[in-house]
């Protein structure tokens, strides 16, 4: 079957600062569909935002990021787990830091335990490991690591959802009379520069570090769709009957 990975941000996963439930069943239920066409790798941020709801903390201190992913990433495994369970699909953690892709060794680790996960039928959640990779480190955001786990693993495609319809020529949040671009083919050197602009304070990438991992993937022949998460008509029209409604297609086709 044909690999696809996919990764959903902290903006569709969380309301308020917990984790969206409504949402991730949906979601959940999206990708049960998809692991009968294909096989599928999931990519989920959400550890930071489960770990500040969930921890008992007087909530103005401040512990830190890596520390509130910590106590988050198996809060969010535990809920995957509830979900999956409902349509009996088993899942797995998967936690990656710039250094497994550092060295074919290490990377062959990782290859080698997603082969077999996907081999008998289990679901890979990747998280970038919050705890120990260091500010200088590649990614800090899951949008390139989804990228780059979407190459070393032999992906046909990568599919990001957040809580936009998808690449837009200025930001729609801020501009109403923004335009969808539907296809993009070549992303210029300006476009891959601009500032982060994440939604939340959970969230780390913002649109830049999408173009970046669409970049990555269209170098590579991978093609990356990117659409709204919080409706997941566009993603499911687009990955069950091929066809577009919405969501921005990145292709050097
Ligand atoms: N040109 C643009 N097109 C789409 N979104 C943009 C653009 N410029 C900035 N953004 C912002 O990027 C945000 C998505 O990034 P982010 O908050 O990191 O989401 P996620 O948590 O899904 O990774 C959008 O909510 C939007 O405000
Ligand atoms: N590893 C972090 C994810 C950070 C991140 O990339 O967030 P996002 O930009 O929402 O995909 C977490 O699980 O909270």
Same mark, same amino acid.
């Given at each position: ?69 910590? /106590?988050? *990433?198996? $809060? ?7 979900? #999956? +369970? ?5 899942? %797995? ?61 032999? /992906?046909? *495609?990568? $599919? ?7 690449? #837009? +020529? ?5 501009? %109403? ?77």
């Amino acid at each position: 079957m044909k690999r696809l990975v996919i990764k959903v941000g902290t903006a569709v996963l969380t309301e308020n600062n917990n984790i969206a439930k409504e949402r991730m069943l949906n979601l959940v239920s999206l990708v049960a569909e998809l692991k009968k066409k294909y096989d599928v790798v999931l990519v989920s941020s959400g550890a930071v935002a489960a770990g500040y709801s969930a921890l008992k903390l007087d909530k103005r201190k401040q512990i830190g990021k890596k520390a509130l992913a910590a /106590a988050g *990433q198996p $809060i969010l495994m535990t809920s995957y787990k509830k979900k #999956f +369970d409902i349509y009996d699909i088993d899942t %797995a953690q998967i936690l990656l830091t710039e250094d497994d892709f550092d060295s074919r060794k290490r990377t062959k680790m990782f290859q080698e335990i997603i082969d077999a996960h996907l081999q008998n039928d289990i679901l890979p959640i990747v998280n970038e490991n919050d705890i120990t990779s260091t500010p200088d480190q590649l990614f800090g955001d899951n949008d390139q690591l989804s990228a780059n786990v979407a190459f070393a693993i032999g /992906a046909e *495609q990568l $599919i990001i959802l957040s809580d936009i319809e998808g690449y #837009f +020529d200025k930001n729609p949040k801020e501009h %109403a009379d923004a335009q969808l671009r539907k296809k993009v083919t070549i992303l210029t050197p300006g476009e891959l520069l601009d500032d982060a602009t994440p939604s939340s304070f959970f969230a780390t990438g913002g649109i830049v570090t999408k173009l970046k991992a669409a970049d990555f993937v269209m170098r590579r022949g991978i093609d990356m769709f990117l659409c709204n998460g919080f409706d997941l008509t566009a993603a499911r029209n687009y990955l069950l009957d091929g066809e577009q409604t919405s969501g921005t297609l990145f292709t050097t086709e």
